[in-house]
Each structure stands twice: as structure tokens, then as C-alpha cells.
């Protein structure tokens, strides 16, 4: 069985911005944890909604007609196919909740998509 | 759309322990937060994982071969089907993430068993 995570320890584990990695799985989702800073990529998913939860710092989760701020301890689920676009100013450390198999690039895909990498 | 959710301020607006609310929702899954304080009951969930990460305080996640210790900011996810008794010496505060429908009580039912009552 696995053991608890420490999800400050996970983010300490490595670096990058915008490339989640996996720490644990709920049945058929995975539960990772990413380095936000500067801005990502518009984008959307047309099957899952999907959750962020701000461990530290600030992240906004721009929407097509508003911001949404959040600081730690604040989340917020992006419904399915609603366009989002985060971005941080300052390194912002963030737990997500999606489907396995959801990119983190949506419909957009490109050169920030990346790989289900566990740690 | 559903605004964010500030975890500490949903806390704050209730009392009552091992009585989850649920704060918001990812697909088919309930996003809850509870308080705990005491014992809770042995029980299992045959059909799902569930998912537990302190926010504030200390929670045991008693297994039968062993306890899961959780401070703030680590989570343990408990295998379907794995017997649990959370318990809290001093009140914890807990955010839960299991599918909708999904009784607090699992298998074990009884007068602690909640409604999935929305704040």
C-alpha cells in the first residue's frame, strides 16, 4: 500500500515550472503536483472538469471573461470545456486532481505538454 | 460557474465533528472538508479509494497493521476495500475527496453516517 504523501517534500523533489508530476492516484484519477511561474497556455478539457488546490504562493487561473486569484488553501474547479489559462508571477506550488490521461495541455497541446511522470 | 472555495473560511462556518461538508464538486466526485475530533468508526468503502489531506492539526488514519500519521499539508489516499478509523486527539481539519453517493460511514453505517449537506 502506498504511504502518505508530504506534498511539500514532493515540490522540494524537483524542478521545472509547468510540468506536473504524479504523487498518488483515487481510483481513476491522479493527484499531482506542479511549479506554476510565469504564464501557461490557453486551453480547455472537453471531458473533465479540473481541480486546483494552491499549496503556496499565488496563482491566477485566467477565464475568458475574469481572473480567478487564488492564494494557499484556496481552490477552485475549472468546469469541463471552459477555456483557462494559469499564470503566476511569483513560483506558486499547486495540487491538481484530473482523470489519468488527461494532458496538462488539453486541447491545445504543444511543447508544454508533458508526461505523466511519477516521483 | 462556481466561485473558489477558501478552505479556512468554509471551516470556520460550522461545527460538529465527523459530520463532512461538501464544499464543491470535480465530475462525479465530492470535494468535502470536516473537522475531526475523537474516534471515528472502522469501516471500509468496497467501491472506491478515498482521499484525506489535513489542512490544520493532526489525523491518525488507523489501519489494522499500522496508523498513518497526517500533519498539514500531507495526504493519504486509503485503498478500496482497506478497513479505517480516523481519529483526532486535538480537532483537525481535513479536506475529503471520494464520488458522490459515497456514505462517511462506508460499509459500517450507523448513527454517524451524514448527509452529503452542501455549504
Tied chains: 1, 2.
Excluded at 17 to 24: A, I
Aim: hydrophobic content about 40%.
Amino acid at each position: 500500500m502506498e504511504d502518505k504523501v508530504n506534498l511539500a517534500a514532493k515540490l522540494a523533489s524537483f524542478d521545472g515550472h509547468f510540468s506536473p508530476k504524479v504523487v498518488g492516484e483515487l481510483n481513476d484519477y491522479k493527484i499531482a503536483v506542479v511549479k506554476a511561474k510565469g504564464e501557461f497556455v490557453w486551453h480547455s478539457h472537453p471531458d473533465t472538469d479540473d481541480f486546483f488546490l494552491v499549496v503556496a504562493g499565488r496563482l491566477t487561473i485566467q477565464l475568458r471573461d475574469r481572473d480567478v486569484e487564488l492564494g494557499p488553501g484556496e481552490l477552485f474547479v475549472v468546469p469541463r470545456g471552459v477555456e483557462h489559462c494559469p499564470k503566476a508571477d511569483e513560483e506558486a506550488h499547486v495540487l491538481l486532481i484530473e482523470p489519468l490521461g488527461t494532458p496538462n495541455t488539453g486541447d491545445a497541446g504543444g511543447d508544454l505538454t508533458a508526461s505523466e511522470e511519477r516521483i
